[in-house]
């Protein structure tokens, strides 16, 4: 299954009142779709469920530490598959 698939499946269960059939990769989560970023937070951490992995998404969520305006569900569907098979970072010592 591709990974806007997986996305679009984990939407339903994070907000029943999407519609799968209108969405696309060009469809933005906060424009279009109205999540907040506790729906994005469980959308993220279904995709860690669904995919058996980790993923870090702070660079994707946080480019320059500042926190992105808007995502759209190709631009997280394309950092999920670059980043599917890296290294989790190593844990820095305090």
């Known amino acids: 299954m591709a990974v806007l698939d997986i996305i679009k499946r984990n939407l339903i269960q994070v907000r029943q009142d999407l519609d799968l059939d209108w969405m696309s990769a060009d469809t933005r989560m906060r424009a279009e779709l109205d999540l907040t970023s506790?729906?994005?937070?469980?959308?993220l951490a279904l995709m860690t469920q669904s995919l058996g992995r980790k993923i870090m998404y702070e660079s994707l969520l946080l480019p320059g530490g500042k926190?992105?305006?808007e995502l759209t569900l190709g631009e997280l569907a394309a950092f999920?598959?670059?980043?599917?098979?890296?290294a989790a970072p190593a844990v820095k010592a305090m």
């Open 38 to 43: 506790i729906d994005l937070l469980n959308l």
């Open 67 to 69: 926190p992105r305006p």
């Open 80 to 86: 999920i598959e670059a980043n599917l098979d890296a």
